[in-house]
């Protein structure tokens, strides 16, 4: 989780460095995304098992995103409205409302904080696909004829630009039900064979740079690259992190990954706002919103006790 918002933190940073490959991997840090929900899946399956009410599995998830959402979105979207002068005019409080409801995501594809309904919607999905998961030996095969039908999706001619950055969730469906399928080959502690970590390097590095290509001239298609690509990365990385000590500052980062991810971005605009040069920005930019973060989450164990 820690290096998946580290990705994340990237990509939204300013691209400083062009024609290198550090910009080519920042150009692809969208992948730790689909990273998010994949690990996000399998950690769900576990939460399933130890309780399996559905109510308190929601009332538990919800808990965990909306304090920390609601009070970066109030404050954001609140400076926002007066900003633009709409003050506490009816216009005003309903633009305000229709932000931080995310409204205007699902109905107009503004992709401010679009992880956040995503994944809220897809919780909605846990229980019955856990279900589903109980009752049958066919979850990958599912999950693949998934991928096949979105892919279809994707390739679609007929589609206006609100669907296409609808798209954009449905494209990470797949990953985060692999996600929840993967959860029980974890809890059985099913281990690969050695030479599987030749493979994962293989499919990884094939998947990295296809996208690179894919990014021009199918852009959708890369989401869905990305579940192979994000799938073979955490192999790779559980592989090395297995062999090495702690690494402290991973940790720390992926304690607060929901946090860092509501504040990069703002705290990018806030610095080019106050008219920074782009490479300040990209120094600024991560410290701030670490620091935020970290502040940020006393701030929501002290509400909640």
Known sequence: MGIAIILVVLFHAP????????????????????????????????SCTKNP?????????????????LIVAVAWHLYYCVYKEFHFSAEGIWQFLYRVTNLRFWFEGDLTDWYI?????????????????KTTKSQLAFVFLLIIVILGLNL??????????????????????????????????????????????IIFLLCFF???????????????VNIFTALSFCLLMSFILDR?????????????TLEV????????????ILHFNETLCFVLMPVLSVALAFLLSKIVKKILG
Do not use: W
């Open 53 to 69: 009410d559905a109510c308190q599995f929601l009332k538990k998830r919800f808990l965990r995103i909306l304090p920390t959402y």
């Open 244 to 256: 090495i000590k702690t690494v402290g500052i991973l940790s720390f980062c992926g304690s607060i």
């Open 117 to 133: 309904p995503s994944i809220l919607a897809f919780y909605l999905l846990v229980p019955l696909f856990f279900a589903f998961l």
């Open 156 to 201: 679609s001619p007929a589609r206006d630009m609100h669907i296409g950055r609808l798209l954009i969730v449905i494209n990470r469906l797949p990953i985060f039900l692999l996600g929840l399928t993967l959860g029980k080959f974890v809890q059985q502690k099913t281990v690969l064979p050695k030479y599987s970590v030749i493979f994962c390097l």
């Open 15 to 46: 691209h400083i460095f062009p024609d290198t490959f550090f910009n080519l991997v920042q150009s692809q840090g969208n992948l730790g995304v689909d990273i998010f929900f994949l690990i996000s899946g399998i950690g769900l399956f576990f």
């Open 210 to 224: 296809s996208n690179t290509i894919l990014q021009t001239d199918f852009y959708k298609i890369t989401y869905l």
């Open 261 to 272: 991810y509501l504040l990069n971005e703002r705290c990018l605009q806030m610095c080019r």
